[in-house]
């Protein structure tokens, strides 16, 4: 055998009791193939798919620069205390209304000061999530979709 024992495979034709066997060589198949995906409109879908993903992808990287500059503010004690943040959550103020400020209500103060950087990191993850949430019906998408890398 000098083409190394390799036979090209039957493909049945019909079955009608006897056995009759067609060889199809492969740019047939991939014809044939090719075909059964709507020509090459079933790979040209695929090309959208891909185009829409790294849109996708481009309008999630300048969402996430512009969450850097978005600034939210909480607040606790009626505005004695405020937090600044960015959209990340990243706190970038405190603001302290001096009047609050006596030795005795040391730990009132603390806990003001923590429940405003509370409030304004609670304040950062809802802007992003509403910034997504447009971001994705501007795709088309549910605005409650979670998007990857957010």
Same mark, same amino acid.
């Given at each position: 055998?000098?083409?190394?024992?390799?036979?090209?495979?039957?493909?049945?034709?019909?079955?009608?009791?006897?056995?009759?066997?067609?060889?199809?060589?492969? /740019?047939?198949?991939? /014809?044939?193939?090719?075909?059964?995906?709507?020509?090459?409109?079933?790979?040209?879908?695929?090309?959208?798919?891909?185009?829409?993903?790294?849109?996708?992808?481009?309008?999630?990287?300048?969402?996430?620069?512009?969450?850097?500059?978005?600034?939210? /503010?909480? /607040?606790?004690?009626?505005?004695?205390?405020?937090?600044?943040?960015?959209?990340?959550?990243?706190?970038?103020?405190?603001?302290?209304?001096?009047?609050i400020f006596s030795a005795e209500?040391?730990e009132v103060v603390e806990d003001?000061?923590?429940?405003?950087?509370?409030?304004?990191?609670?304040r950062a993850q809802e802007k992003?999530?509403?910034?997504?949430?447009?971001?994705?019906?501007?795709?088309?998408?549910?605005?409650?979709?979670?998007?990857?890398?957010?």
């Amino acid at each position: 055998m000098g083409d190394g024992g390799v036979k090209p495979h039957p493909t049945p034709v019909a079955d009608t009791g006897a056995r009759a066997y067609l060889t199809v060589s492969f /740019e047939q198949w991939r /014809e044939h193939m090719l075909k059964g995906l709507g020509g090459l409109g079933g790979l040209g879908d695929m090309g959208k798919m891909m185009k829409a993903a790294q849109e996708m992808q481009g309008k999630m990287a300048a969402l996430q620069d512009e969450l850097d500059t978005m600034m939210v /503010e909480g /607040e606790s004690g009626a505005g004695l205390v405020k937090a600044t943040a960015n959209a990340k959550g990243v706190l970038t103020g405190l603001t302290i209304d001096p009047s609050i400020f006596s030795a005795e209500d040391k730990e009132v103060v603390e806990d003001l000061i923590l429940a405003a950087i509370k409030d304004v990191q609670s304040r950062a993850q809802e802007k992003t999530r509403v910034e997504m949430g447009k971001l994705a019906e501007s795709m088309g998408l549910p605005a409650d979709m979670n998007l990857p890398g957010m």
